[in-house]
């Protein structure tokens, strides 16, 4: 019986949070302003999870995309006042990228 070494087999304990979070991200419709609820709730929980943010309760977001498109930097604030800056930006970045093409 040979002994192996600890570089002979790379030891795999499952997806990374980058990974996980890549996989969330490719089942998030391109456009914004196509999300359904569970989309919006989905990408919450994807930039929470991404930037080390504190989970946002998903009854703070009860909306589709098109909702999220109406809502101003200051209603993102009054929802979560720690992340909620970073919320908007990304949102606003998806919806810029969709409606020009432009990626981010």
């Known amino acids: 019986m040979a ?3 600890a570089d002979a087999t790379p030891v795999r304990y499952g997806p ?3 990974e ?6 490719d089942n998030l419709p ?3 302003r ?5 989309h919006v709730a ?3 929980h994807l930039v929470t999870q991404q930037h080390g943010l504190p989970e946002v309760p998903s009854s703070r977001f009860l909306m589709n995309g098109k909702a999220l ?3 101003s930097l200051e209603m993102f604030l009054s929802r979560v006042p720690l992340g909620g800056k970073l919320l908007y930006k990304d949102f606003q970045l998806r919806l ?3 409606l020009y093409g432009v990626n981010h």
């Open 42 to 44: 989905r990408w919450l």
């Open 16 to 18: 990374t949070r980058w």
């Open 96 to 98: 810029c990228a969709a």
């Open 3 to 5: 002994l192996q070494t």
């Open 34 to 38: 196509q999300w359904s609820r569970e």
């Open 69 to 71: 498109c109406l809502m």
């Open 30 to 32: 391109k456009d914004p």
């Open 20 to 25: 996980r979070a890549e996989e969330m991200e």
